[in-house]
């Protein structure tokens, strides 16, 4: 199986930060990646499919980034309604696997 | 509008079985694939299954390989998931999710509570 590790767990930021998370997979997945955001209590929600394709509707403050192993994603001006849990998937092969997600939170 | 509404979810006894349906509504239900994801308590995800649009393709996560089925019904725009021998650590909110074309998953329903205990 594919291994997704992110990091880091979690960041504090103040609003209109630049807040960066990674993901790295445990094998080349070239950009079969997506980032989920989840609000608690919520279903998790795609912002970024294919590394780098913003998913529509999402902001534009939100974008992604990579390739292979290596994979960001970056919110360029943090908004309130962005404090939430981030997850990376990777869709390469079965069983897909998400990342342990990065809980980002009000400094 | 695309919607998934999970329903099934409850108490169960460890050893006992439960049946998960997903009502799909908003889309043509049998263009796509689609898929079971669970969350633990406090944890995250983790994906459980997948099927095709034909049910011509299946797969599940080794964690539940032999003791849960997938299947659909597209005259009935229905994904079910059926349960059996169920562990304490089964024990998440189950949500069904669209596979996107590029097995991205698109839209998720809000969820339901499967709880295994004596």
């Known amino acids: 199986d594919i291994q997704m590790t992110q990091s880091p767990s979690s960041v504090s930021a103040s609003v209109g930060d630049r807040v960066t998370i990674t993901c790295r997979a445990s094998?080349?997945?070239?950009?079969?990646l997506a980032w989920y955001q989840q609000k608690p209590g919520k279903a998790p929600k795609l912002l970024i499919y294919a590394a780098s394709s913003l998913q529509s509707g999402v902001p534009s403050r939100f974008s992604g980034s990579g390739s292979g192993t290596d994979f960001t994603l970056t919110i360029s001006s943090l908004q309130p309604e962005d404090f939430a849990t981030y997850y990376c998937?990777?869709?390469?092969?079965?069983?897909?696997?998400f990342g342990q997600g990065t809980k980002v939170e009000i400094k | 509008e695309v919607q998934l509404v999970e329903s099934g979810g409850g108490l169960v006894q460890p050893g006992g079985s439960l049946r998960l349906s997903c009502a799909a509504s908003?889309?043509?239900?049998?263009?796509?694939?689609m898929n079971w994801v669970r969350q633990a308590p406090g944890k995250g995800l983790e994906w459980v299954s997948y099927?095709?649009?034909?049910?011509?393709?299946?797969y599940y996560a080794d964690s539940v390989k032999g003791r849960f089925t997938i299947s659909r019904d597209n005259a009935k725009n229905s994904l079910y998931l059926q349960m059996n021998s169920l562990r304490d650590e089964d024990t998440a909110v189950y949500y069904c999710?669209?596979?996107?074309?590029?097995?991205?998953?698109?839209?998720w329903g809000q969820g339901t509570l499967v709880t295994v205990s004596s």
């Open positions: 998937q990777q869709a390469n092969s079965f069983p897909q696997t």
């Open positions: 099927i095709s649009s034909s049910s011509s393709t299946i």
């Open positions: 908003g889309f043509t239900f049998s263009s796509y694939s």
């Open positions: 999710a669209r596979d996107q074309e590029l097995s991205f998953f698109d839209y």
């Open positions: 094998q080349g997945i070239s950009s079969w």
